[in-house]
């Protein structure tokens, strides 16, 4: 090979390697460059499940408002279902005293039934100053039977100045009720209670 053909190839040889260390070194950074650790980015706020401290305290105050009025109307409800009762309970009574007046009303003189009912007073001191007596009745018979009393208030000249009419319903042979008598009179003047018709239906 000529001299110059020779020299030109040495040439061209060194140019080519000087050109691929280059391109190594190139290369050799664009790696160094991907180890560098990248800049945070903001989070995606869709991968959240939870909800903002704002939004907690809302709901907190929103679920204390629902308890607070299903206790209202809770206690409204209780205070309904009270009132029927006692209008329940109150028409049954007077049903009940109804039932017991058509009894004494068809008795014949003091009734039937002197003999099943007694009577005892309770201390004005245990009742608040209301005048109230126990009436006992038992049934003396061997069938279940309904029984209606009447007793009479009277004054100091044995003036009846009030009537009162209780009862039990459906007491078994040798059963005992004990039904409360009482007067809607004041404490005061004195009153003697006594059974005045007892009748057994």
């Not at 061209?12 to 790696?31: H, I, K, Q, Y």
């Not at 009277?154 to 004990?178: I, M, R």
């Not at 008598?181 to 003697?192: F, G, K, V």
């Amino acid at each position: 090979m000529p001299r110059t053909l020779r020299s030109a190839t040495l040439a061209l040889c060194a140019l080519t390697s000087a050109l691929a260390l280059a391109a190594c070194s190139t290369e050799s950074g664009s790696d160094a460059d991907a180890s560098v650790t990248p800049r945070a980015t903001a989070p995606d706020a869709s991968n959240f499940t939870g909800e903002p401290p704002s939004a907690l305290a809302s709901s907190a105050a929103s679920k204390k408002a629902e308890v607070k009025k299903s206790a209202s109307a809770a206690a409204e409800s209780a205070s309904q279902r009270a009132h029927d009762f006692e209008a329940s309970v109150s028409a049954d009574v007077e049903r009940n005293r109804q039932e017991f007046t058509k009894a004494l009303d068809a008795a014949d003189g003091q009734g039937n039934a002197m003999k099943d009912v007694s009577m005892t007073g309770k201390p004005l001191s245990q009742t608040d100053g209301v005048r109230a007596l126990v009436v006992t009745i038992t049934n003396s018979t061997d069938a279940t039977a309904s029984y209606a009393v009447q007793v009479d208030f009277s004054d100091s000249d044995g003036k009846v100045v009030e009537t009162t009419v209780v009862g039990a319903k459906d007491l078994k042979p040798g059963e005992k009720a004990q039904p409360l008598a009482i007067s809607t009179q004041p404490p005061e003047p004195h009153l003697t209670a006594k059974i005045a018709k007892a009748q057994r239906y």
